[in-house]
């Protein structure tokens, strides 16, 4: 199951338009219901206008009907560990929950398994606009 994520993340690295960085990456996430959805960073000559390849497969997700995260995959093609940016834990968050898996990998296999919590403990969320505490402890 992981590493079909892996390969559909590598297949979506390759789709990359990252002349600026040429640090191509890749996400697939998979949804509670089964569903599967990718997506690479899309820079631009404007720099702080790209975006990252977990935002895109959000993106994704959102216009294939929605859903929760219940695992994804992040892979930089140069890179040994490709970890989601700060921005994109946030992101993830607002669609998983702190035992979503998060698959490192790279162009070999997954290097290093985590959770949404381990990422972004004590996160702000939607409970957190509704006023509830919650468990924030992860
Ligand atoms: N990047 C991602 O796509 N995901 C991450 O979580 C880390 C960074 C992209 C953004 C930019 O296009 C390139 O990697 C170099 O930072």
């Not at 002349?19 to 960073?41: E, M, Q, W």
């Not at 959000?58 to 995260?69: D, H, K, P, Y």
């Not at 490709?82 to 946030?90: E, K, L, S």
Request: proline residues 5%; negative net charge.
């Amino acid at each position: 199951m992981a590493e079909e994520l892996r390969k559909v993340a590598l297949e979506a690295a390759a789709r990359s338009h990252s002349p600026y960085s040429k640090f191509p990456v890749g996400a697939a996430l998979r949804t509670h219901d089964g569903r599967i959805y990718a997506g690479c960073n899309v820079e631009n000559a404007s720099y702080p206008e790209g975006w990252c390849a977990e935002t895109s497969a959000i993106a994704s997700m959102v216009m294939g009907g929605g859903g929760r995260i219940s695992e994804i995959a992040v892979l930089g093609l140069k890179a040994e560990l490709c970890t989601p940016c700060g921005g994109c834990r946030q992101r993830l968050a607002e669609f998983g929950s702190p035992d979503t898996k998060v698959y490192l990998c790279n162009s070999e296999g997954i290097a290093e398994t985590v959770t949404l919590g381990d990422l972004l403990p004590k996160s702000f969320g939607p409970m957190s606009l509704a006023g509830e505490t919650g468990d924030r402890s992860q």
